[in-house]
C-alpha cells in the first residue's frame, strides 16, 4: 500500500507539470465499485481507477469549457484548504477526497457530505466522469467477451446520454464502430450503436 501511495504521488507531481490538477477518489465498501479514483489536469485529460495501483486507467478528453468550469469551482472552493464536511447526521455515503496539486502546491480535504452548493456541483462533475468511464469499461468488455451483452450495455449510455450524465463520449467511438461494422453482433445493437455514434459525432445544439 505504502508503495501504492508513493505511485500516486510521482503521478500527481508529473500532471502538475504543465499546470494545476485534481484529484478526486471515493471509498465506499460494499458498493459498486468500491473505490474510484479520477486525476484531471488543467488540460481537460482524464485517467480514471477503480484501484489506488491501477497502471492502465482509462482515459479520455472533456471539453476545454467543461474543463474550466471544474477547474473554476476548484477555485470557488479556494483549492480545498478549508473543511467542507457537514455538520449535520448524516448516511455514510462513502469518503470523498477532493485534492488540488499545482508545482509544490498541494491541499485536499476529505468528506463524507457537504452542504455546499459549490462542493456538490464539483462532486457531481467528478461522478459524471466516473460514470462515463463505467460505461466505456462494460462497453469494452461485453464488446470483445459478450456479444449477446452489448445491447444492454448500450442502452445504459442510451439512457445517460438522455439524463446528461455522461462526458468525453467520443471515448465510445470505436469500440461503437467496431460493432456498426462487424454483422456478427445482433443488427438490434449494430443499429443502437449506430444511433448513438451519430448522436456523438452530430450533437444538438
Request: net charge negative; glycine share 4%.
Amino acid at each position: 500500500m505504502k508503495t501504492a501511495a508513493i505511485a500516486l504521488l510521482a503521478a500527481s507531481v508529473l500532471m502538475a507539470a504543465d499546470g494545476p490538477s485534481l484529484y478526486y477518489s471515493k471509498s465506499f465498501p460494499k458498493s459498486v465499485p468500491e473505490y474510484v479514483q479520477v486525476n484531471l489536469d488543467r488540460s481537460g485529460a482524464v485517467q480514471y481507477r477503480e484501484a489506488v495501483d491501477d497502471d492502465m486507467p482509462v482515459k479520455f478528453q472533456l471539453k476545454d469549457a467543461e474543463a474550466a468550469e471544474i477547474f473554476g469551482l476548484a477555485d470557488k472552493l479556494g483549492h480545498f484548504q478549508q473543511p467542507l464536511e457537514s455538520p449535520a447526521k448524516v448516511a455514510f455515503m462513502g469518503t470523498k477526497i477532493f485534492r488540488w496539486v499545482n508545482g509544490g502546491e498541494t491541499h485536499e480535504v476529505k468528506f463524507n457530505y457537504s452542504q455546499d452548493t459549490t462542493a456538490q456541483a464539483l462532486l457531481d462533475w467528478f461522478e459524471r466522469i466516473s460514470e462515463s468511464a463505467q460505461r466505456e469499461i462494460d462497453l469494452e468488455r461485453t464488446v470483445k467477451y459478450d456479444k449477446l451483452g452489448v445491447v444492454q450495455s448500450l442502452i445504459a449510455i442510451q439512457i445517460a446520454m438522455d439524463k446528461k450524465r455522461l462526458v468525453g463520449a467520443e471515448q465510445y467511438l470505436p469500440m461503437l464502430d467496431r460493432v456498426i461494422k462487424n454483422e456478427s453482433y445482433m443488427h438490434t445493437a449494430r443499429e443502437q450503436a449506430a444511433q448513438i455514434a451519430d448522436a456523438i459525432r452530430n450533437p444538438k445544439p
